[in-house]
Structures are given as structure tokens and as C-alpha cells.
């Protein structure tokens, strides 16, 4: 008899562990009873997850899914972080964003936890002439700053380097970025007529000069916003980044000081761990480019929270999501982090909705302590696969780019739009078929919700890339119904009719009634359907039911009156049924179609 170390933990220590193929025919056993006869790898293969890029997510991850040696942290090919210490000393730069010239709101951010600013300068934003106005106050020695401000990036520099000047602020003791990104306002706005020189004078000075100021922002969000994977938006970052340094080392830099100008920005979305897999990716492929360049370093990431998964209906289930998607940017070891706040995509923040954005961050430090573990993903079976799979990913996107003739070339050809658009073609058929729901919009939609309103924020740059939402289909059906109850006092109704007990119709009627109120269409279920003032109609029960009475009934509420019949199930062949609702079916296509039948415009 084997005898075993007394390490404390003997529970189950006499058992063999159990093995993959024990695993696998177990997985075989539950498939079969759901009708699915597999065995061996496709079993295991069946409970796979299908995921953008090519990517697929397993079910169980072992040691046997090998990924390279990610190294030490701040070490290349820096996986487990830009930084030896990751951010273990202070947390994370908590920067916020500020569209608007409102000094106020700035002071108040920064006395209660931001660590830097994320201004939005020039015609876009914070007018140029105001900088001085809005950072009154501010500690600029403390305090980062850093510019987005498209084609007026220099005025905007200049100003910011004259109040560093004017305010008694060291050279070595400014931080930041002045925040020039040519490709990137290229991206939003199709403008590709900025010249370079003024920006890669700006470098010069920022290398010579001032230490700890960046010139260049590599922004991916333009590219996310209009709908990319997240391999294309690595791929389009290294594409821009390397544009970036051929740029700056022909204008006399080295390629050392060309890669110490640059910032990453990327999105964090509420998929944490595809997040977490991206942001580690990102570094182990610029570690990849620099290397090549000679001048091996590491990249500084910002990331912010997607402005892609922002719900204008039921905003409040944003900072659920904000949340996930910080805690994702935090383990994935982001430098800096944004959090939207969760009115972002209903106008100017108010007061409370910046509060919580950067409570946000201020929780996961200071009470999750998320930032005292470096990598706290690292080692991770599944995360270390994912971050390689990622990468391989990204770099394939980012050697088509460079076939196309890099970053400026492909964004001026259109074909790198219409790569974007292609995925986002995919995902929009996803979301469509509630796929991939939305909470509080196509999955538990409440109709009687007050809509927040909000001042109106500047109008953001436009013309070039689009910028994509994940709720704008079912906002769009929304809209139509907020008008029609604005004309007529009532909304669109459809009248749903249980048949037999609630053991059979309970779980249909949940599904109907959610269906269509995704829509904007309100569900009746009392009554009788002459006394709905609904025109259509869903009948709602069990499989058993619908064979025994669906015609009947389908047939007497014709009779009655109703004008659509539809049955919430799979499609049969019952007389007088006219449409059928199911799982997995086009919901923006049958709830758009039925809004027109009502004549709802």
C-alpha cells in the first residue's frame, strides 16, 4: 500500500485522478440525452464556444494546453505586465475623460480618486482657448494630463506646454500625453490631410525635454467602435504603431526615443476574459515589433470601457458592465484605466454617474485588491491559451495590413472598412437573434422605464469609420413605439394567449412576453383577446398542447379578429398560424415586421 505525504489535504488523496477520456464519455452520457449521439473529441467539441477571429472557447482546459512561456513581469515578451511590480505600489492610473469645459467637474474628480485627466480638446471638445479655464487649480505636477485633440493637436499641445511653462511646472516633473494620433482622426473622420511634421516635432521636444511626457496616442477604439474583433483591433494598433515609428525615426529620432512617444489605448468590454487575453496579447506583440526594430521595450496601455456595449435603455445596467470590464483591464494589467460613466451614451455625465465610475475603479483597489497579485490570470489554463491564440490572430490581421501597405493605406482603399464591417455584419446577426443579448433592452426589456436624460455632449468626430452600437437595432424598433405611444397614448399590443395550465404555458409566455417587449410591443395576457385592443396574437403552451389544440384555437381568434397569429415554439404545420417564435429566431426581424403590420412608423 502506497503510503502519502500527511501534507493535510487527504480528502479523496486514495482515489486516481480522473482522466481526460473519463471526462469526455461522462460529457457523451449528458449529450446523448439530449439527442445528440457524439463521442470522444467531437463530444467535447459540441460544448465548444464559437468566438470572433476563428476562435473557439472549450469547455474544460487542462496542462496539456500548452501556450509559450509568457516570462516574468516586466520582462519581454511582457505578458505578465509592462512593469516588474505591475501595479502593486498604487493600483491603476484612474483616468477619467472630460468633454466639456467644466473646471468644476474636473476638480471634483481628482479630489475624490482620479489620478489623471483624459481631456477631449480642440473642435471636438474642450475648446483650445479654454484649457487654461479648466485646469485651473489643478496641480499640474500631480495631476497627468492628456490631450485628444484631433487636427488641432498642436494648438492643443502648445497651450498645454505654455501652462506647464507659465505655472512654474519642472520639464521633468510634467506627465502625460499630447495625445497626436493622425491615423487615428484619419479613422473617425476620413480626413487624411494632416501632415505629420507638426507631430514629430512635438516628439523631438517631448524626447529632448520633458521625460515624462508622450507625444502619440495609438488609439484602437476607432476600429472597435465600428464594429472589429478583437484581433483586428491589434492588428490595426501595431499597423498604426508601426507607421508611427517610421514616421518619427525618419524625422531624426532613434527608433529608442520613436517607441518611448508612443500610448496604447484599447476597449474593455464586458467579456473579461477575451479582455484580459487581448491586453496581455498586445504586449507580447509589440514586445515582438520593437524587438525587430532593435529596440526591444515594452507598451503603456490604456484601456477604456467600450463605448460599443453602452445601453441607452435601462443605462443603469452599465455599471454592471463598466465594472466587469475595469476588473478585466485591472488583472489583464492595463496602465491606465477610463471608465465611462454609465450615461455616456445619452449625453454629458451628471454629477452622480461620474461618481460611480471612478468609485468604480477606487472598489476593485482599494476594497477587491485586485492590484496587489501581478497577473492574477497568469497561469490560468485557459487564459494563457486564449492570450496565445489571440496573438497568433492579431499578428495574421496586422500582416494583412501591412500587405495592403500598411495602416494610412488600407483605411484610404476601404479595405480595411469593409473588413470591419464584414465582422460586424456577423455579430449584428448574432444580436439580432438575441445570441448575444443585451440586458435590459433585448433580454429583460422594461417597457415602463423613464428614460434618463442628459445635456447634450459635444458631437464627436465623424465621416470616416462608423461608430457601432450593440443596442441600435432593438433601439431603433424602440424609438418607433416611444413614438406611436407619444401620438396615440398607448403602445403597440399583442395579445398573448396561455393555453391549459401554467406548467405548460409559464415558460412560453416568459419568452414571448420578453420577445416582444424588446421590441417596444406590450404584451396583454389578461382578458380576452376581443378586449386587448392588440390586432395580433401569439399563442403560448406546451409542444403537447399545440398538437391537441393550436389549430382550434389558432382558427376561433381569426374568427375573432386577430390579423397575425403567431406560436411561440418551433415551426409546425398548424392551419391559421401565420408565424412562428422561437429561440434562436430573428428577433429584429420579426418584431420590425410586426410594428409595420400595426402601422407603427
Partial sequence: MTVLPDDGLSLAAEFPDATHEQWQRLVEGVLRKSGKEVSGAAAEDA????????????????????????????FAPFVRGGRPEGNTLGGWDVRQQ???????AVLGDLENGVTSLWLVAGADGIPVSSLDRVLDGVYLDL??????????????????????????VAKEAARGNLGADPLGHEARTGDGGLDFAPVAAL??????????LRALTVDALPYHEAGGSAAQELGSSLATGVAYLRELTEAGLSVQQAVAQLEFRYAAT??????IAKLRAARRLWARVTEVCGAPGGQVQHAVTSPVMMSRRDPWVNMLRTTVATLAAGVGGADAVTVLPFDHALGLPDAFARRIARNTSTILVEESHLSRVIDPAGGSWYVERLTDELAHAGWEFFQWIEREGGQAAALR????????????????????????????????????????????????PSGG????????????LRARSDAHLAATGSRPRIFLAALGPAAAHTARLTFASNLFQAGGIEPVTEGAFEDSGATEVCLCSSDTLYEERAAEVAGELKATGAGHVFLAGRPGQYPDVDAYVFAGCDAVAVLSATLDRMGVS
Fill in 270 to 275: 464586458a467579456d473579461q476574459f477575451l479582455t
Fill in 143 to 168: 495631476a497627468p494630463v492628456v490631450l485628444d485633440a484631433g487636427r488641432d493637436v498642436e494648438p492643443a499641445a502648445r497651450e498645454l506646454l505654455r501652462l506647464y511653462q507659465e505655472r512654474g
Fill in 98 to 104: 472630460h468633454t466639456a469645459a467644466d473646471g468644476a
Fill in 47 to 74: 460544448l465548444s464556444t464559437t468566438l470572433e477571429d476563428g476562435l473557439r472557447a472549450r469547455p474544460l482546459y487542462t496542462a496539456d494546453d500548452s501556450a509559450p512561456d509568457p516570462g516574468l513581469p516586466g
Fill in 465 to 476: 469609420l462608423p461608430r457601432v452600437r450593440r443596442d441600435e437595432a432593438f433601439e431603433a
Fill in 203 to 212: 516628439a523631438g521636444l517631448c524626447a529632448e525635454e520633458y521625460p515624462g
Fill in 413 to 460: 482603399s476601404g479595405r480595411l472598412g469593409q473588413d470591419l464591417a464584414r465582422t460586424w455584419e456577423a455579430r449584428s446577426a448574432k444580436l439580432a437573434k438575441r445570441r448575444e443579448p443585451v440586458t435590459g433592452v433585448s433580454e429583460f426589456p422594461n417597457l415602463a422605464e423613464r428614460l434618463v436624460e442628459r445635456a447634450p455632449a459635444p458631437v464627436p
